[in-house]
């Protein structure tokens, strides 16, 4: 049997119960693809429910604002995909009658849709011949091929590509890009079960006798270490949250009025100078509240908060607006700002 009949053949009776495994609907594949996207299937399970419960279709989500879907969103991080899927729905409602397009080219039109996901959906959905290559099916292709170089950059990252374009069987390519996926998240993982491998005789890796080898990477670059600091400004029993711009990291969500700063660098005085550039006020900066540690996209984040008072009506200079709430319920928030605000009231 050829690699793709092998591996066909193994996925056919090994198919863990998952939401979306099986599932014919573009709408609900798109949305798992892009859950999915740097996020383990564990996190994602209750999310999809949620997600689907209220957004079943594409025109349920492009109905509805932005800030729903990143109330809802809250936890699952890298909010640049909710934000794209925003965009994408709407587009797709105003400009393509509702449905999705049916190939991998047009998909990769839209907002928030890469090479990976429209591969995906248009294989899985609609059944055109197209690789879908994520990092599961990286690390499998790497060792069946033993591809020498870093899978994720340059000439090794172009071969492996072009070599999973030619494996995709014209007879269910959908289920082809989920059995290397789900190989590679279940048996060919970082630390491969090779005896129970159903491919392992296709595995050049394997007989090289160092399947371990593969995929070969680059060093990882140490975290850049960073500190934001942040107000917690009272008026009366509410505290100010600043909404911040569409774009960029956390973009739409709600924080603390905040700085960013390097490790050296004063963290009373930076605070008094940022907020007075994106509030147009600056406060009088007392005690520290309390503080937590994160890494978010290769930087490893202490955010700090201290209590400030503001003399006057702060302005949303730096932010798309500003709201003083006494809880934060309804509004979407990044997860260290609601762990950094529990601290804080606790």
Not at 21 to 46: F, H, K, Y
Not at 55 to 77: I, N, R
Not at 198 to 205: D, E, I, Q
Request: charged share 25%.
């Amino acid at each position: 049997m050829t690699f793709a009949d092998t591996l066909l053949a193994w996925y056919a009776g090994a198919r863990r119960p998952l939401p979306w495994r099986g599932e014919t609907d573009p709408w609900r594949i798109l949305v798992s693809e892009i859950m999915l996207q740097q996020t383990q299937v564990a996190t994602v399970e209750p999310y999809y429910a949620r997600f689907l419960a209220r957004f079943p279709t594409l025109a349920a989500l492009a109905d509805a604002p932005l800030d729903d879907l990143l109330e809802l969103w809250q936890g699952l991080g890298y909010y640049r995909r909710a934000r794209g899927l925003h965009a994408l729905a709407r587009l797709v409602a105003a400009e393509h009658g509702g449905a999705l397009p049916a190939d991998a080219a047009a998909l990769r039109a839209l907002p928030g849709i890469g090479e990976y996901t429209a591969g995906a959906v248009a294989s899985i959905a609609f059944g055109e011949r197209v690789a879908a290559v994520d990092g599961n099916a990286e690390r499998v292709l790497s060792r069946v091929l033993a591809l020498p170089g870093d899978p994720r950059q340059g000439a090794a990252r172009a071969a492996l590509r072009a070599a999973a374009a030619e494996m995709v069987p014209a007879q269910a390519p959908g289920d082809f890009n989920q059995a290397l996926m789900e190989l590679g998240a279940t048996l060919c993982r970082p630390e491969p079960r090779c005896d129970d491998c159903p491919v392992s005789r296709h595995c050049r890796a394997r007989a090289s006798g160092a399947p371990t080898d593969f995929p070969r990477r680059e060093p990882a670059k140490a975290p850049r270490r960073r500190v934001h600091v942040a107000a917690y400004a009272l008026r009366g029993d509410a505290f100010l949250l600043g909404q911040r711009p569409a774009e960029g990291r956390w973009g739409g969500l709600w924080e603390l009025p905040r700085v960013e700063l390097e490790p050296e660098a004063d963290a009373i005085a930076g605070l008094r100078d940022g907020l007075a550039a994106s509030l147009g006020v600056r406060p009088t900066v007392g005690a520290r509240l309390a503080a937590l540690r994160h890494a978010v996209s290769g930087e490893s984040i202490e955010l700090v908060a201290y209590a400030a008072t503001l003399p006057d009506a702060p302005r949303p200079l730096g932010y798309a607006a500003l709201r003083w709430v006494s809880d934060v319920e309804g509004l979407a928030l990044p997860t260290p700002q609601r762990r950094l605000l529990a601290r804080i009231r606790a």
